[in-house]
């Protein structure tokens, strides 16, 4: 019961940015007064890509707050994976199809070309493989390599602060709260691979 | 009197305009003429108000602007702008610039002129010169507007400022108050703001000093009381709320070259073929369209600017 009950918290909480995004592209769709501002596919760009980036964040801080409240998140940490693919994708789709409206020449251009798109798009892949690998089946079937793959997420993250980093033009204060959440988390993870060698080691002595 | 040209994807702007606290210059006049003018909207002097009931472009010295573009819904001028003395967001100067104020308001000049001094704005703006000039406006962030600006030009005040020989640039500075401008508490550019102009660019008919903006004022966050309209180049050299002007020998170090010297140049040219290291120029997209438009040499303005640039180039002075 109360499993169900903060699953149901946690799934209603990630999908209310996507919805109010929603409703906001449907007031601006209907002529409607939006909080679009007058620039909205640049909004939606911004609003996405940054939702992109706080669940991928939350993703990375589920096994820290497990070792270090012992609270059982773990279970919910693919479906917050997932909500960073979702965000991801809505991220991508504004630019391919409201930004540059399937023009590919442009879009090549911008990826290869401009490095923060490319370091954007590299995040991006990366988003979609774990995304299609993160189901129980592929799980069991990739096995010990499943883990592995599913490290991809620290080169990803760091991809996709990079490209955070870059795209904007001149305030650079939220990205580089990004990016010391991120160093936070990935040095949290290098403190744990450091203790667990020394664990090893002492019992080899002993 | 406007010609609105329609393109394919503009179907729907109409409604959107409709929506929205739009006002067309013919429903101006028309407002002005049935109320009265100045009871009907917040004009600035009977010689502006004067211009607008003739209903021809006030001055007619000088018609380069191209008027065919479908002009820019007041709220959205008024709402997105990119004015980081009042905050980083696009919303955040029409929250916060009401904190500005613009009377008095002086301006010093200095430099190699036979005129410095400190002065009014009204000293150094002739409000009976006032004119009409429909420009596009190009913001390096590949958006843009047509905007309805009235001002005059700027070689006007620069003839009366009298500049010596050795005013080979013209050096502009916004005001530096963090009282007034609460987004100056961070330092995300060094403040105060700095443009500049060489002094063929800044004598070019194009260029205008402006003071308001559909017929009305300037607000705050447009830049007010006074600000720079060059609609070739890229917005940010458009600098507002002007306190000081200096005509000096050296090429001005302007705040986005401090900031960035490889993304912006002194020029800034509006240059679909030069590309911006993060994102294409190529296209853009005019404020209120669904899709991109092609960005245009020089703004549009090509024929009437292209010389002042003859043997230069364009790719490494961008
Ligand atoms: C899935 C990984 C990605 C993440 C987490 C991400 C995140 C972000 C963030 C946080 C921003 C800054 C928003 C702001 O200025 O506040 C941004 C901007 C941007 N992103 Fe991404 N991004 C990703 C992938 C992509 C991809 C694949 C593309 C295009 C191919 C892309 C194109 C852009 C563009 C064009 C902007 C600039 C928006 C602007 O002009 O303000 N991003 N992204």
Redesign the pocket.
Known sequence: MEKKLSRLLIHTLSILPALWIGWQIWLWYSFLPHELSANPI?YI??????W??RF?LLTLSITPLVKLTKWRLLKYRRAIGLY??L???L??LN??ML?YFFNWSL?IE??LKRP??T???A???M?VILAITSFKFTKIKLGKNWTKLHQLIYI?AI???V??YM???ADVL??LI?ATILSILLLYRLYLNWSKRRERAKRQLA | MLIKIKNSWDLSEKDVTSEEDFFSRRDFVKAAGIMGVGSAVNLMTPALAGAYQAETPPSGKYNGSDIKDEQTVLSAITSYNNFYEFGIEKDDPSKNAHSLVTKPWNITVDGHCENPGEYAVEDLVNFNALEERIYRMRCV??WSMVIPWVGVSLSQVIEKLKPSLSARYIYFETLEDVEQMPGQARNIIQWPYREGLRMDEAMHPLSIMAVGLYGRTLENQNGAPLRLVVPWKYGFKGVKSIVKISFVEEKPNTSWMRLAPQEYGFFANVNPAVSHPR?SQASERRIGDFRRRKTLMFNGYGEMVAGLYDGMDLRRNY
Do not use: C, Q, R
């Open positions: 640049e760009t911004d609003f996405t890509g940054n992109t980036i991928l960073a693919f965000y991801g994708l991220h991508f630019y391919m930004d879009i911008d990826v923060a798109i370091f954007g798009m995040g991006f892949a988003l990803l991809s996709v602060t490209h955070n795209m904007v033009k939220i990205p990004h | 962030e590949a994102w």
